[in-house]
């Protein structure tokens, strides 16, 4: 049985992140990694790749987690945790460890749809008894907002910077969380920090299933989207409503989606506030969101019909 | 700020104690600070929920005030704060240093 998820019963548990972590103010990271340990009532071991999260919690010497805590190199955290959890059930077996463990990691989408991608392949085709969590802000922010496979089309990054040549990025971005679903693994699921208490529950569910799970979860960076410091929950929401973000979950290849906007917005007001989306609004490059939006359509109207008969409205 | 001098010889690769960055205070980087009306506040913990900072203080379910060593400034809490009959609870206002 998992504990509560009421704020208040929450707010008496310790949050496994310790202050004076280096990450940006207003940082989605930092709210997505409180979440998930809030969720969580086993002890968490847990393993970064390379990436805003691991560059911020551990400053030498220092460290701001509160649970084992392993940084691996960009490409193999699935790797690592895959061999943590691999000891662990050899020790289990040998008697020498008896506690029941949960195996958790944070990865950026850089260490999640690129580089890292085949040791995470690799550990889902497996099937290791993990939890593997992208904190999805579509770019390599850390060194310098780069473009990665999770950047969005149109977008502006240093790498794919809008001008007279290119109008941002010219490639749609990878669906990942169907990727990960492709590989048949018992749990996926998308999730938003705006929607805590459907974040918290994906979790909570994902860690009742014994295999490999993969959450994908949206993390605003108002340095690399060009917006406010203080609008990363707000912006989350905006792109839960336009279904830029959608909230779904695949339990054994069945898919639900687990929460449906009320008033559908339209994927402008989503776009309007950040300024990696600014030249998006020149007349010239109208057809971006036009396409943008087609595609948004066309992907939630298929997920609906993948998951309309579980869909319940909250 | 004083914080520990590292060198090679004190630095390693495994760090033995847990949650030690509390010794790095985030604070001066604030240069909004926020301010909370108590008779606002319906204690939805919303702002301690979203803190990414960990600097909201809350005791028995009840926000106290804000942890301003750590307090970065961002605003996620004045902004998200939905506050009593539209009267936000946390307002942010530049902070006067001395």
């Not at chain 1, 580089?115 to 085709?125: K, M, N, P, R």
């Not at chain 1, 014994?210 to 929950?233: F, M, Q, T, V």
């Not at chain 2, 939805?44 to 400034?73: A, H």
Request: charged share 25%; with cysteine.
């Amino acid at each position: 049985m998992s504990s509560s998820l009421k704020i208040k019963e929450l707010s008496k548990k310790e949050i496994l992140l310790a202050q004076g972590h280096r990450m940006c103010q207003g940082c989605g990271a930092s709210i997505v990694v409180k979440m998930v340990m809030l969720a969580i009532d086993k002890p968490i071991v847990a393993c970064s790749p390379t990436g805003c999260l691991e560059v911020t919690t551990c400053i030498s010497d220092y460290t701001s987690w509160k649970i084992p805590w392993i940084h691996s190199a960009f490409e193999n955290a699935a790797a690592t945790m895959a061999g943590v959890e691999t000891m662990y059930r050899s020790l289990k077996k040998q008697g020498k460890i008896s506690e029941d463990m949960s195996f958790v990691v944070f990865a950026g989408d850089g260490g999640t749809y690129d580089i890292g991608f085949q040791s995470l392949s690799g550990a889902l085709e497996r099937g290791h008894d993990m939890l593997y969590i992208c904190y999805d802000n579509g770019a390599y922010m850390n060194t310098g907002i780069q473009r990665s496979g999770a950047t969005p089309f149109g977008a502006s990054t240093t790498t794919s910077p809008a001008g007279s040549a290119v109008p941002g990025k010219i490639h749609q971005r990878k669906d990942i969380t169907r990727i990960m679903a492709a590989h048949n693994i018992p749990y996926v699921a998308q999730a938003s920090p705006s929607h805590h208490l459907d974040l918290m529950r994906k979790i909570q569910k994902a860690l009742s299933i014994e295999g490999p799970k993969y959450i994908n979860i949206l993390s605003p960076c108002h340095r690399g989207w060009r917006s406010k410091p203080d609008d990363a929950i707000a912006l989350s929401r905006l792109a839960v409503n336009t279904s830029f973000w959608p909230l779904f979950e695949i339990e054994n290849g069945k898919t639900r989606v687990t929460y449906i906007p009320k008033d559908k917005r339209p994927l402008r007001e989503f776009l309007r506030p950040q300024g990696r989306f600014a030249h998006l609004f020149q007349p010239e490059n109208e057809w971006i969101i036009e396409k943008s939006q087609a595609k948004i359509d066309a992907d939630w109207s298929a997920l609906l019909a993948e998951g309309a008969c579980e869909a319940i409205e909250e | 700020m004083k914080t520990k001098i590292i060198d090679r010889s004190n630095c390693r690769p495994v760090i033995t104690q847990a949650g030690n960055s509390v010794a790095l205070k985030t604070g001066s980087w604030r240069s909004l600070e926020p301010v909370l009306l108590k008779e606002n506040c319906t204690n939805c913990l919303l702002c301690w929920l979203y803190c990414p900072d960990m600097s909201v203080i809350v005791r028995d379910g009840k926000v106290e005030g804000f942890d301003m060593d750590y307090c970065k400034g961002c605003g996620i809490c004045a902004l998200e704060c939905p506050g009593k009959k539209g009267q936000k609870a946390i307002r942010m206002r530049k902070e006067e240093k001395e």
